[in-house]
C-alpha cells in the first residue's frame, strides 16, 4: 500500500526542467480527477493543474505551454513535466487526491 507519495523536486537553474511524481495505492485512482497545487513561502496554496479520468487537462495560466500533467492509471502514478523553469515556480508542491489530506509535498527552488 503506497499512501501519495510525492517525489521528483529539487534545485534547478532557471530554464531547466523537472518531473514530479505522485503514488498513491487508492482504489479510486483511475476513475478520480487529480492535480497539482503548489505554496511559495508566505503565499496561500494555488492551484496549477488537473487532469480527468479521460485525460483531459487544464493549467493555471502562468504554467501553460510550460507544465504538462498526466498520469498512468496502472501506476497508480500521476506525473507533473515542468520545463522552462523560472524562479516564481519555487514552491512545495503537492498533489490533490480526492480520498487523501494533503502530503508533505515537493520542494522545488529555481534559482541561479
Known amino acids: 500500500q503506497v499512501h501519495l507519495v510525492e517525489s521528483g523536486g529539487g534545485l534547478v537553474q532557471p530554464g531547466g526542467s523537472l518531473r514530479l511524481s505522485c503514488e498513491d495505492s487508492?482504489?479510486?485512482?483511475?476513475?478520480?480527477?487529480l492535480g497539482w497545487y503548489r505554496q511559495a513561502p508566505e503565499k496561500p496554496r494555488e492551484w496549477v493543474a488537473t487532469?480527468?479520468?479521460?485525460?483531459?487537462?487544464n493549467y493555471k495560466d502562468s504554467v501553460k505551454g510550460r507544465f504538462t500533467i498526466s498520469r498512468d492509471n496502472a501506476m497508480n502514478t500521476m506525473y507533473l513535466q515542468m520545463n522552462d523553469l523560472k524562479p516564481e515556480d519555487t514552491a512545495v508542491y503537492y498533489c490533490?487526491?480526492?480520498?487523501?489530506?494533503w502530503g508533505q509535498g515537493t520542494q522545488v527552488t529555481v534559482s541561479s
Open positions: 490533490s487526491l480526492p480520498w487523501r489530506d
Open positions: 487508492g482504489v479510486a485512482f483511475s476513475v478520480s480527477s
Open positions: 487532469i480527468t479520468p479521460n485525460g483531459n487537462t
